[in-house]
């Protein structure tokens, strides 16, 4: 039988917890469907660095590299100084594995509470493609007389034709795929950021030639965000820069039940994908066992549809969906009526039992 190997980095925080859920979930759906998953666990993070110095060594990246794919809790731990390990350890493997795609499904399942008032799973159900290797997360800049009253800061974004053309390519096949309006909306900042956006558009626009079949739209940035708002249902695919990806990806994640629910994967087609609930470490809740593990279940669930396991990763989806209408009433942390564990129990349960 097929076999895969698969790197777990758990991580800082309730990272652990919830990858724990996901694996129980994995071993569950790969028993079912005949196939083999080898974990092996890298112990990084927060704590891993307090106790050995290692943020991420090149030895730990061959042994990444060769794996199937990724599978990621949580990096950012509230003892070590901010941005140290988000961009040593999470932007470093996004970049190293050239994962030039964050893709993150943002879908209102049944039973889950939106803030958004009069709207349901029928309006909520889009994708954002947010670019993952570029834009303002290059680290270009730097700052003057840093410490004085004259101190000046530069962070510049940086878009290169190659991997703006790469990201929207990747959103129209992405669109094209998908069963919905067939939309693709370049969520941008034309008005403003006239040299990064004008790339954007331009390319934006040529590439669209290639797909009469897709309708496609522009909408500012801003713009974007009150129609996420008011009008969620006019969305199918966004493409975006990973700044704003990043924004509109928390925004949109509330509306779906928050970030217990919300998955994302940062995709290498031709390489090693890796793939993370979007979540982060929530210090605060850590070993309280309140954390809805969802987000990591789906993101196990993402990590299966890119590996081409398509049944396996809808077994994960229809028993999601299930546990969610019937069984969580309320997805805030601390108030699901389950702990984290228990939920993962229930959807391995419902896989076990029911395919
Ligand atoms: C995310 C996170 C990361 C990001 C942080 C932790 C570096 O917010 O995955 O969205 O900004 O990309
Ligand atoms: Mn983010």
Redesign the pocket.
């Known amino acids: 039988s097929k076999q895969y190997n698969i790197a777990v980095i758990p991580g800082d925080g309730t990272g652990p917890e919830v990858v724990a859920e996901g694996i129980k979930v994995l071993e569950t759906v790969a028993e079912k469907c005949g196939f083999g998953l080898n974990f092996s666990y890298f112990p990084l993070g927060g704590d891993h660095y307090n106790a050995t110095g290692e943020i991420l060594s090149d030895k730990t990246l061959e042994s990444l590299a060769a794996s199937d794919a990724i599978y990621l809790g949580a990096?950012?731990h509230p003892d070590v100084k901010p941005g140290l390990l988000?961009k040593g350890i999470?932007?470093s493997l996004r970049f190293h594995f050239d994962q030039y795609v964050n893709l993150r499904p943002v879908k209102l399942y049944e039973g889950v509470y939106t803030p958004l008032k009069d709207k349901g799973p029928e309006d909520i159900d889009f994708v954002v493609v947010r670019e993952n290797t570029e834009g303002l997360y290059a680290g270009a800049g730097g700052s003057l007389k840093r410490g004085t009253p004259d101190e000046v800061a530069v962070q510049e974004s940086i878009n290169t034709r190659k991997g703006v053309e790469r990201c929207i390519r990747f959103a129209f096949e992405y669109c094209r795929k998908r069963n919905k309006a067939k939309k693709l909306t370049l969520c941008g900042k034309t008005n403003v950021l006239t040299f990064a956006f004008d790339l954007w558009e331009r390319t934006f626009n040529e590439v669209a030639k290639e797909y009469p079949d897709i309708e496609t739209d522009y909408a500012h940035v801003d713009a974007i965000c009150m129609w996420m708002v008011k009008n969620p249902e006019w969305f199918d695919v966004i493409v975006t820069d990973n700044m704003f990806g990043?924004i509109i990806?928390d925004l949109a994640a509330m509306t779906q039940g928050g970030m217990g629910i919300a998955a994302?994967a940062n995709i290498n087609p031709e390489g090693v994908s890796m793939f993370e609930p979007?979540g982060?470490s929530a210090p605060k809740y850590t070993g309280k066992g309140i954390i809805n593990p969802i987000a990591a279940i789906s993101s196990a669930q993402l990590m299966l549809e890119t590996l081409g396991e398509d049944k396996a990763a809808s077994f994960i989806e229809k028993a999601v969906i299930k546990v969610l209408r019937e069984d969580i009433k309320d997805v805030a942390a601390g108030k699901m009526g389950f702990t984290t564990q228990e939920v993962g129990d229930i959807v391995a349960e419902y896989i076990q039992k029911n395919f």
Do not use: A, N
């Open positions: 990096i950012g988000e999470l932007l990043d990806t994302g979007i982060g």
